[in-house]
T-cell receptor
Framework: DSGVTQTPKHLITATGQRVTLRCSPRSGDLSVYWYQQSLDQGLQFLIQYYNGEERAKGNILERFSAQQFPDLHSELNLSSLELGDSALYFC?????????????FGPGTRLTVL | DAKTTQPPSMDCAEGRAANLPCNHSTISGNEYVYWYRQIHSQGPQYIIHGLKNNETNEMASLIITEDRKSSTLILPHATLRDTAVYYCIVRTTTDSWGKLQFGAGTQVVVTP
């Protein structure tokens, strides 16, 4: 158990819908990262927040957005969903945003878009 | 961040040492070598990292060549639970804000 929690574990929805994925970092970790893992793209970095502020962006679509709240939990919002958005979404946390601190990953949310 | 090259797959007998190679010939002086693994659809798990010197922890050992262009992750006594995809990642710890760039990794299968 990494100490990072993600809800829900599974999510099934239809194209065009909007969903919210939630992540609670390890106690004391200020940084949260979101990754997407699909069969054809592998693990891809989406976005990072550090203490409530966006710090780095990766291959995140404009239909996707995220935020980190004052209690440090984070939400990833996916809208206008397409079939290709079906994937595993992982959240990770680390103590600091920069440098060599290892990231601890949650169990992931499996999103299926029908 | 420098790119890495890993074999796509390898098998290992239970109880034997598993030696996982990684090439990172374009690594820069301020870049570390990190290893993570992912057991079937679970979240990736940090294993070990190093800069120049060899490193050891309770999970594995990391051997980095003197020119730093390649490294080897050693699982000393592989068990069936070590079956996973192993990712070798090179990243700077100064400019980067921490994102990890995963490649395809090496699928390791430990057999009885």
């Amino acid at each position: 158990d990494s100490g990072v929690t993600q809800t829900p574990k599974h999510l099934i929805t239809a194209t065009g819908q909007r969903v919210t994925l939630r992540c609670s970092p390890r106690s004391g970790d200020l940084s949260v990262y979101w990754y997407q893992q699909s069969l054809d793209q592998g693990l891809q970095f989406l976005i990072q927040y550090y203490n409530g502020e966006e710090r780095a962006k990766g291959n995140i679509l404009e239909r996707f957005s995220a935020q980190q709240f004052p209690d440090l939990h984070s939400e990833l919002n996916l809208s206008s969903l397409e079939l290709g958005d079906s994937a595993l979404y992982f959240c990770a946390s680390s103590v600091e945003g920069q440098g060599g601190n290892e990231q601890f990953f949650g169990p992931g949310t499996r999103l299926t878009v029908l | 961040d420098a790119k890495t090259t890993q074999p796509p797959s390898m098998d290992c007998a239970e109880g034997r040492a598993a030696n996982l190679p990684c090439n990172h010939s374009t690594i820069s002086g301020n870049e570390y070598v990190y290893w993570y693994r992912q057991i079937h659809s679970q979240g990736p798990q940090y294993i070990i990292h190093g800069l120049k010197n060899n490193e050891t922890n309770e999970m594995a050992s990391l051997i980095i060549t003197e020119d730093r262009k390649s490294s080897t992750l050693i699982l000393p006594h592989a068990t069936l639970r070590d079956t996973a995809v192993y990712y070798c990642i090179v990243r700077t710890t100064t400019d980067s804000w921490g994102k990890l760039q995963f490649g395809a990794g090496t699928q390791v299968v430990v057999t009885p």
